[in-house]
């Protein structure tokens, strides 16, 4: 489902980019939480080495920044962790488990590393008195919504136990992935809007933090509904993210409420598998 690696260059040199984060630092004034997205694992030695984190550590210690960045659990070592402590000791580290079903990891997602793996990198974190942040993933293909919906909360339940911050991710159709194939072929819909909201009212977080911020959400290829309610509960999920407050969640009156409990009791009955059945049905209406 990852596309990331359609837009990468393979040219780019770690003096690329000392150069552009030190750019990008130069404009930031006033901030004091800084989080480097790489799309990949900042601890991985063959994409930033140790001499680019160390110069990114330092600048981020002299401007008083608590700093967040993401990694594969097999690049969490325990020998770099104290390299890096020993110049920034504001931390947070972000861990991709997407789900805490085996099954899932390795059919689904194909990610490349088991449960077991992602419980040895947060004991290290967590014994290193480094915060975990952990992704949870929305709806992976193969998956019904409601399947999805009960492994998303069972995930989060899970990863509460050794994470500070949960960020559930609604899947969204990349270019030139599996899941854009399936999307065209009308076997696979990116997650109901509803269902973001079910998992996020119904988790178990266990006091730790709960985030989400839809990527493509309100569009077709990312988290949506019938298009009417989407900016609103769009905006409510927003504003639970900042509080923390559930009683912040939309809920708006909505004709395409009804359509989603149909497909969510439905869904696995039809021809043993996933499918969009609201674009089914909308296009055969027409």
């Known amino acids: 489902m990852c596309g990331y690696n359609v837009d990468s260059s393979k040219g780019i040199t770690q003096q690329n980019i000392t150069k552009q984060f030190d750019s990008a630092m130069d404009q930031l004034d006033g901030i004091s939480f800084l989080k480097i997205y790489t799309s990949g694992s900042f601890l991985d030695e063959c994409e930033i080495t140790s001499d680019t984190s160390d110069h990114i550590l330092k600048r981020c210690a002299d401007a008083n920044l608590r700093l967040l960045f993401e990694s594969r659990p097999e690049y969490v070592i325990t020998e770099r962790l104290d390299r890096m402590l020993a110049i920034h000791d504001d931390l947070e580290i972000a861990l991709g488990l997407e789900s805490s079903n085996d099954n899932v990891l390795r059919y689904s997602i194909n990610k490349g590393f088991a449960v077991e793996d992602y419980e040895k990198a947060t004991a290290v974190l967590n014994a290193k008195g480094i915060d975990v942040r952990t992704y949870v993933l929305l709806k992976p293909p193969f998956l019904t919504e409601s399947e999805a919906i009960e492994d998303a909360k069972a995930t989060i339940a899970f990863a509460a136990k050794s994470s500070k911050t949960i960020s559930l991710n609604p899947v969204n159709v990349q270019r030139g992935t599996l899941v854009e194939r399936l999307w065209r072929n009308w076997a696979y819909r990116s997650p109901w809007l509803w269902s973001v909201l079910k998992v996020l ?86």
């Open 201 to 286: 009212r119904e988790s178990d977080t266990k006091g730790r933090k709960l985030i989400c911020d839809p990527t493509g959400g309100g569009k077709e290829r990312g988290a949506h509904n019938c298009g009417k309610c989407d900016e609103v509960i769009l905006d409510s999920i927003r504003a639970y993210s900042m509080t923390q407050d559930r009683s912040r969640l939309g809920s708006p009156e909505c004709d395409c409420r009804e359509t989603w409990e149909s497909v969510v009791d439905v869904e696995g009955y039809v021809m043993g598998g996933t499918c969009d059945l609201q674009r089914f049905f909308r296009k055969h209406r027409a």
